[in-house]
Nanobody
Framework: QVQLVQSGGGSVQAGDSLRLSCAASGRTFSTYAMGWFRQAPGKEREFVAVITWGGGITYYADSVKGRFTISRDNAENTVALQMNSLKPEDTAVYYC?????????????????WGQGTQVTVSS
C-alpha cells in the first residue's frame, strides 16, 4: 500500500550536517503521521522525531532537540530530517516510518510502514 524509500546519510565529522529524505508512494501519505527512528550498534531502535499529518505539530527526542528538524511536503510525498551539529552518539541506522493512526507515535509499534534504513556515521 505504502512504500517508503530513503536517501541521504553517509559519513561525516562531528559538527557537520546531513539531510535525510524519505519519499512515499501511494495517495494516503498526507493523512499519515511521519516519524524518524534510529538504531545504534548493540542498541534497540529509538524515537528521534515525528510530524503530524498537518505538519503543524512536531516532537523530538531530548537527545536531538535543538539540533534536528523534521519537515514534510505533502504535495511531494516526502519527509525530511535535517541534522545539524552532529555528534558521534548520533551514529546509527536511521529509519523513516508512517503511522495510519496518531497513537503511540514515540514507539515503533505505532507505525505501519518503514523505510529501508540509511547509515549515518559521525566521527569525532
Amino acid at each position: 500500500q505504502v512504500q517508503l524509500v530513503q536517501s541521504g546519510g553517509g559519513s561525516v565529522q562531528a559538527g557537520d550536517s546531513l539531510r535525510l529524505s524519505c519519499a512515499a508512494s501511494g495517495r494516503t501519505f498526507s493523512t499519515y503521521a511521519m516519524g524518524w527512528f534510529r538504531q545504534a550498534p548493540g542498541k534497540e531502535r529509538e524515537f528521534v522525531a515525528v510530524i503530524t499529518w498537518g505538519g503543524g505539530i512536531t516532537y523530538y527526542a531530548d537527545s536531538v532537540k535543538g539540533r534536528f528538524t523534521i519537515s514534510r511536503d505533502n504535495a511531494e510525498n516526502t519527509v525530511a530530517l535535517q541534522m545539524n551539529s552532529l555528534k558521534p552518539e548520533d551514529t546509527a541506522v536511521y529509519y523513516c516510518a508512517a503511522a495510519r493512526r496518531p497513537v503511540a507515535l514515540s514507539r515503533p509499534p505505532g507505525y505501519d510502514y518503514w523505510g529501508q534504513g540509511t547509515q549515518v556515521t559521525v566521527s569525532s
